[in-house]
C-alpha cells in the first residue's frame, strides 16, 4: 500500500457552487496557479457542460497549469463526457471524472431505475470516457448512504471497465467516522483490482454534520489513497473537507506514516486569496488559517507559550505561512513594501497596477494605523470593479441620535452623473432609498451582513449582501473603513450583476 496521499482539491468546482462565490475566469486562473505553487495533485476545473463559463474556465487553466492534473467533472452521459473532452483538449495532464448516484434514495426517486441499470450506465459510462482519456476517476454519488454490499459491486465492475480512481463520497455528510472507515475497509477488501493497486480509493466528504475532516481520515486511515478538499473548507451547504487541515494533520502525526506533496508553508496565503476572490470570510476560530488559530487568550496559556510554544501549540505558524514577523505596512511604506507582501499573498500584478494599488494602498493607510494582509486582498479585490457599468461617485449622511438620518448620493451610469437625497430609518436605509431613487427597480434586500476584516475602530469592514431582482437572488460585496459607504457599494455590486 503507497504512504502517499494524492491531494484532489475541488475549490474551482465544488467549492465555488457556493452562492454568492462564482469567480470569472482570471479570478479561477488565479486561483489555479496558486493551488499548483501549493502543491496539490489534482485541480477539478470546471463541470464544462453546466455552462460556457465552466468549459472556457477548464479550457484556460489547463493552458495556464503544468505539472498538475487537470480534471473534468461529467454526468454518466456521453454529451456530458464528450464537452469534457473538448474542453481538456489543451491540459497536459487530464482526467474525466464520471459517475452516478448509486444509493436507494437516488436509484429509487432520482433516476427511477433498478440496481443493475445503474451498473451498467455507470460501465457503460467509464468505457466510453476511456477511449479519451487513461485517467478516468468514477464517482458513486451518495456512496456514504450506499449499501457496502451493492457499493463493492458497483466499484469491482468500474473498475474493470477501467476506471483508475473510484470516489467515495459522502455526499449528504451522514456518515460517522467509524461508519465511513468501516466502508472504506470493505471495499478495501472486497473489490478486486484496490489491494493490487490497479485502482486507488479517493473520498470525499461534506460537513453537514461537522464530521468532514474525521471522516476523511478514517478513510484514509483504512486505505483510501486520495482525499478530495478544498481551501478553507468551503463548499455546497456546510462545505466539504478542508485541505488544510489534512495536510496538517499528516504532517502533525507523521507516525502515520502518509506524506503528501503540500508545501505546507503556502497555505496561509492561499487561504486568504481564495477568500479575498470568493468575498466569503473565515471564521476566526476556523482550524489552521482562522486569526485566531495561533492566539492565546488565556492567562494559563499565555504563560505556559511564554516559557515554550510546545506547551499550547502542536503547530509552528511558519509551518502554514504565517510570518510573525510580517513588515507592518503603514503611510509610510514604500512601492517595495507592498510588492513584497502582494508576493507573498500570491496576488499577480503589472507594474502598472502595482502602481494604481500603491495609490489606494496610501488613501487607506492615512485613514488606518496599519494596513494588514486582509486590506491588501481587499484592495487588490476592489480593482475588479472597476470595469463595472454603475459606481459610487460621492455619498454624504447625516445622522444621531433624535435627528432623522439623510442622504445624499452621486453615481456615475455608464459615464452619466445623477444625484439624489433620501431620508431614512439610519444612515443605511437612507443611503439605500437615495440610491434608489436613481437605480428605479423593484429590488428587496434579503440579507445583510458586516464584518470587521481584524480589529479597531479605524478597521476595513466588509459587507456582504443579497438582492432579489426579477425573482432571482443576486450577492454583493462591498468593502471600506466607512461602513455605510460599504454597505452601498455593496448594494451597487449586486445591481451590477443583474440581467439584464
Request: aromatic share 6%; with cysteine; proline share 2%.
Amino acid at each position: 500500500m503507497s504512504d502517499r496521499l494524492f491531494i484532489f482539491d475541488t475549490t474551482l468546482r465544488d467549492g465555488e457552487q457556493v452562492p454568492g462565490c462564482q469567480l470569472n475566469t482570471i479570478e479561477k486562473i488565479q486561483v489555479a496557479k496558486q493551488l499548483e505553487s501549493l502543491g496539490v495533485d489534482v485541480i477539478e476545473a470546471g463541470f464544462p457542460i453546466s455552462s460556457p463559463g465552466d468549459f472556457n474556465s477548464v479550457i484556460e487553466i489547463s493552458k495556464a497549469v503544468t505539472w498538475p492534473t487537470i480534471c473534468a467533472l461529467t454526468r454518466a452521459v456521453e454529451k456530458d463526457i464528450d464537452v469534457a473532452v473538448e474542453a481538456l483538449q489543451y491540459a497536459k495532464r487530464k482526467r474525466i471524472h464520471t459517475g452516478i448516484g448509486t444509493s436507494e434514495e437516488h436509484i429509487r426517486y432520482k433516476f427511477h431505475t433498478t440496481h443493475d441499470e445503474i451498473i451498467e450506465r455507470a460501465v457503460a459510462a467509464v468505457k466510453y470516457a476511456k477511449r479519451f482519456c487513461d485517467d478516468v476517476e468514477f464517482y458513486a454519488e451518495d456512496a456514504g448512504r450506499t449499501d457496502n454490499e451493492y457499493l463493492a459491486r458497483v466499484i469491482e465492475a468500474v473498475v474493470k471497465a477501467g476506471a483508475t480512481i473510484c470516489n467515495i463520497p459522502d455526499t449528504t455528510g451522514y456518515c460517522l467516522p467509524e461508519e465511513f472507515g468501516a466502508k472504506i475497509k470493505y471495499l478495501m477488501e472486497h473489490v478486486d483490482g484496490l489491494s493490487n493497486g490497479k485502482a486507488i480509493l479517493s473520498t470525499h466528504c461534506h460537513n453537514d454534520l461537522g464530521l468532514a475532516t474525521a471522516n476523511t481520515m478514517a478513510g484514509i486511515l483504512n486505505g483510501a489513497r486520495q482525499a478530495e478538499v478544498t481551501i478553507n473548507g468551503i463548499g455546497e451547504r456546510a462545505g466539504n473537507t478542508s485541505l488544510e487541515e489534512i495536510a496538517m494533520i499528516l504532517k502533525c502525526h507523521q507516525g502515520i506514516g502518509i506524506d503528501t506533496n503540500i508545501n505546507t508553508q503556502r497555505i496561509y496565503p492561499t487561504s486568504r486569496l481564495v477568500s479575498s476572490l470568493m468575498n466569503m470570510p473565515i471564521q476566526p476560530n476556523k482550524a489552521i488559517v482562522g486569526r485566531n488559530a495561533f492566539a492565546h487568550s488565556s492567562g494559563i496559556h499565555q504563560d505556559g507559550v511564554l516559557k515554550n510554544t510546545e506547551t499550547y501549540e502542536i503547530m509552528n505558524p511558519q509551518d502554514v505561512g504565517i510570518d510573525e514577523n510580517n513588515i507592518v505596512l503603514t503611510a509610510r511604506s514604500g512601492h517595495a513594501a507592498l510588492k513584497h507582501r502582494l508576493q507573498v499573498l500570491g496576488v499577480e500584478f503589472t507594474n502598472e497596477s502595482l502602481d494604481q494599488l500603491y495609490e489606494a494602498f496610501l488613501r487607506l493607510a492615512d485613514l488606518k494605523k496599519e494596513v494588514t494582509d486582509d486590506d491588501i486582498l481587499m484592495l487588490a479585490g476592489v480593482d475588479r470593479s472597476a470595469t463595472n457599468a454603475i459606481k459610487l461617485d460621492y455619498l454624504q449622511v447625516t445622522t444621531g441620535m433624535g435627528v432623522k438620518s439623510v442622504a445624499a448620493i452621486g453615481l456615475n451610469i455608464s459615464g452619466e452623473k445623477f444625484e439624489a437625497s433620501a431620508s431614512g430609518n439610519g444612515p443605511v436605509d437612507a443611503a439605500i432609498k437615495a440610491l434608489k431613487c436613481i437605480i428605479r427597480r423593484q429590488m428587496t434586500l434579503k440579507e445583510f451582513t458586516i464584518q470587521a476584516i481584524s480589529k479597531g475602530s479605524d478597521d476595513v469592514g466588509k459587507v456582504h449582501m443579497q438582492v432579489e431582482y426579477d425573482g432571482r437572488l443576486y450577492y454583493g460585496f462591498g468593502a471600506n473603513t466607512d461602513i455605510v459607504t460599504a454597505s452601498v457599494e455593496a448594494y451597487i455590486d449586486c445591481i451590477n450583476k443583474f440581467k439584464k
